[in-house]
C-alpha cells in the first residue's frame, strides 16, 4: 500500500509529525515493509513549510515529494498560492500525490490528511477489511468500487432533511398500526378489556404515540439504529475527505473524471465521480482514524446532535482491533 501524506503550513500548530507517527507506531516489519509512505510538501516553496528540514521528514518517509518548479503546473500553482484559491490547490494536490503513488504501481492507495492520528493497528485492520471488500465486490455484476473509508462523520448518518418524507410516511404508519390496533382489541375483545375507555385509547393515540415517535428521533440515528460494526456500505452522508483508501485500479478513473476548475471540496469530487460512475464505497466501523486539529474537534463537539451521538473523535478513543468486527 503507498500511503500518500499532503501536508501543509498551518497557523497554530503543525500536525504532520504526529500523523506519520500514528501511521508508524505499532507497525511490525512486514508491515512496514508492505507500506510506502510518501509525502508531499504541498507548498510551491517547501521552505515556506516549518517541517521541511525536520529530521523526522527526512527518515520517517520513504519519498518526500515537492511540486517542480519545472513542471508546466508550477506557475498555476503559484497563482491559486497567492490568489487564496485553496479548494482548487487542494484538489490539484489531491491528484499529484495519488498519481506519484500510482507509478509506485501498489495494489492500494490511501490518501490521509496531515491532521489525522491513526488508531492502534489500524494497518492490519484496513488490510482486512479491503480484503473483505475485494471478496464481496467479486460477487457483484459491477466488480469496480471507489474507496474504503476509514473516517467518518457520524453527525452526518443521523436524520437527514432529505429524506423527511420517508420519516413522515413511517411515522404515520407505526402510528396508524398500533391506533388501529387499539381500537381493534378494544372493539372485539370489550368483555376483559372493559376498564379501558376510548379517552384512554384517545390519549394514547393523541399524545403518547406521537411523543414516544418524538423522543425516537430526539434520540438520534446512531442512538436507536447504530451502524454495526464492521465493513459497510457507505454510498450516501460519508465524510470528509481525512482517510481514503483507493483500489489502484480505479485511480485512472479518478485522476481523469478530476475537476480543477470547480470551486468545491475533495469529497465533493469524489462522490459526484463515484455517483455518477456507479461505484460502491465502502466504510470501516467504527472508524480508525480521527482528526488531530483541536478547532475542528471543538467544532464538531460545539455542533447540536442533529440526531446522532456525535463524531468518529468519539468512539475512536474506546475502539478495540480485537472487536471491531473487521475480518
Avoid at 211 to 235: D, R, S, Y
Wanted: proline share 5%.
Amino acid at each position: 500500500m503507498c500511503v500518500g501524506v499532503a501536508t501543509v503550513a498551518r497557523r497554530d500548530q503543525q500536525y504532520g509529525s504526529t500523523t506519520i507517527g500514528s501511521l508508524l507506531e505499532g507497525l511490525t516489519q512486514s508491515e512496514r515493509k508492505s507500506m510506502f509512505v510518501n509525502v508531499l510538501v504541498a507548498h510551491s516553496d517547501p521552505a515556506k513549510h516549518p517541517n521541511a528540514n525536520d529530521r523526522w521528514m527526512r527518515i520517517l518517509p520513504d519519498h518526500v515529494l515537492h511540486h517542480d518548479s519545472d513542471s508546466p503546473d508550477y506557475n498555476q500553482i503559484v497563482a491559486w498560492e497567492e490568489g487564496g484559491w485553496y479548494r482548487n490547490k487542494t484538489i490539484y494536490d489531491y491528484t499529484y500525490l495519488p498519481r506519484d503513488c500510482y507509478n509506485t504501481n501498489s495494489e492500494y492507495i490511501a490518501m490521509i490528511e496531515d491532521d489525522t492520528i491513526a488508531a492502534r493497528g489500524w494497518y492490519k485492520q484496513a488490510l482486512q477489511a479491503l480484503d473483505t471488500v475485494s471478496k464481496t465486490m467479486q460477487t457483484r455484476a459491477q466488480t469496480r468500487w471507489a474507496y474504503l473509508r476509514l473516517f467518518y462523520v457520524e453527525d452526518l448518518l443521523g436524520w437527514n432533511s432529505g429524506e423527511r418524507p420517508e420519516y413522515l410516511f413511517w411515522s404515520l404508519v407505526v402510528w396508524g398500526i398500533l391506533s388501529f390496533s387499539m381500537l381493534y382489541v378494544k372493539k372485539h375483545f370489550w368483555r376483559r378489556i372493559d376498564t379501558t375507555s376510548y379517552v384512554a385509547i384517545a390519549f394514547v393515540s393523541g399524545v403518547f404515540l406521537p411523543l414516544t415517535i418524538g423522543l425516537h428521533f430526539m434520540a438520534g440515528c446512531q442512538i436507536v439504529w447504530p451502524v454495526p460494526a464492521g465493513v459497510k456500505e457507505m454510498n450516501k452522508y460519508g465524510c470528509c475527505s481525512q482517510a481514503l483508501v483507493f483500489p489502484q485500479a480505479v485511480m485512472p478513473l479518478i485522476l481523469a473524471r478530476s475537476d480543477l476548475t470547480t470551486d468545491w471540496l475533495v469529497d465533493m469530487m469524489i462522490e459526484q465521480i463515484a455517483d455518477k460512475e456507479h461505484l460502491d464505497r465502502w466504510a470501516v466501523v467504527p472508524a480508525i482514524f480521527h482528526t488531530s486539529a483541536p478547532q475542528v474537534r471543538k467544532a464538531m463537539a460545539s455542533t447540536p446532535m442533529r440526531g446522532s451521538c456525535g463524531t468518529s473523535g468519539l468512539k475512536i478513543v474506546h475502539h478495540d482491533p480485537q472487536s471491531s468486527g473487521i475480518g
